[in-house]
């Protein structure tokens, strides 16, 4: 390995340089077409890997050095600007190879949007997939604005996919009142306001199970995460969020895959939101790729 590419923040920290050796593939989806208020999403991979530079190596929780795991970072799809059908359909295929080469994919937002192509790709590997979704906001329209294409429907989709049993999500707080009833009427599970004490119950029951999990920074209270489009206040804390990922490491749950969207980074100056996000996916990386 190069050192000048492993630390040059163009790459995520560590980051091996030989696909073919790699347990896990970093991948960025600069998409944020169909967002419902503040766009930028689109820069958050590159930003998060800039970043990353400033990361410590060793994770004290985890008691893992990065560089017990090969991961290679393939850096941004190439999305079409302002074509969402197609941004879908490629991120899809992308998923399809990295499967095919039994690579445990790590995503980086992007819009919410970006995940629900990725659920679908694991699916058809994983029939008995379950979904562990982390969020402020339900994501459970099936549309907006008469657009079926957008950034709160990505969950709907998917529970429409593989069922709402095998959906799961926590530190919803946000959302139409029609979104909770759909939930309840689709056996969905829904932990509002909380994640690490209802994902303590939860984890049990997906025992040996493969999981996919999905985290929208804003998941976190704007104190913690300042940088994302759709903010919104009474979320949970860095620490909380951190503790979460862990519980699910020490879990007997396979995870295999996931992702992390919707960092915004022009609306955080101080650089907050993108350095959490780049803590995160380091716990992710350390915690979940085996």
């Known amino acids: ?17 030989n696909y073919e050796e790699s347990q ?3 991948y960025g989806m600069p998409m944020d077409w169909t967002v419902s208020y503040r766009p930028g999403s689109r820069f958050g991979p590159s930003r998060i890997r800039e970043v990353s530079i400033g990361l410590e190596e060793y994770s004290p929780y985890l008691d893992r050095e990065l560089e017990e795991v090969k991961y290679f970072d393939a850096g941004d799809i ?5 074509n969402p059908q197609r941004s879908i359909e490629i991120i899809e295929d992308y998923i399809d190879s990295l499967l095919k080469d039994s690579k445990f994919p790590i995503g ?4 919410h949007l970006v995940s629900w192509p990725v659920i679908k790709a694991m699916y058809k590997k994983y029939p008995d997939l379950a979904v562990i979704h982390m969020d402020a906001h339900t994501d459970l329209r099936s549309e907006y604005e008469g657009e079926p294409l957008s950034h709160s429907t990505p969950i709907r989709k998917a529970a429409e996919l593989m069922g709402g049993e095998n959906i799961f999500s926590f530190g919803i707080r946000s ?3 029609e979104e909770f009833q759909w939930a309840k009427e689709n056996g969905m599970y829904i932990a509002k306001f909380e994640v690490l004490e209802p994902l303590k119950e939860i984890l049990p029951k997906l025992a040996g199970r493969p999981v996919y999990v999905t985290i929208d920074i804003d998941v976190l209270d704007p104190a913690h995460a300042p940088g994302t489009g759709t903010v919104d206040c009474g979320g949970i804390t860095s620490k909380e969020l951190l503790a979460s990922i862990h519980e699910i ?4 749950v396979k995870v295999v895959g996931c992702d992390l969207v919707e960092v915004a980074p022009i609306y955080d ?5 993108a350095n959490t996000a780049s803590k995160l996916i380091r716990e992710m990386i ?3 790729v085996k």
């Open 78 to 82: 190439p999305l079409p600007f302002g």
């Open 269 to 273: 100056p101080s650089e907050q939101t």
């Open 286 to 288: 350390l915690g979940w």
């Open 108 to 111: 980086m937002g992007g819009e």
């Open 175 to 177: 959302g139409m009142k």
């Open 1 to 17: 390995m190069r050192f000048d590419e492993a630390y040059s923040g163009n790459v995520f920290i560590r980051s091996h340089q």
């Open 249 to 252: 490491a020490r879990s007997n």
């Open 24 to 26: 896990a593939v970093i």
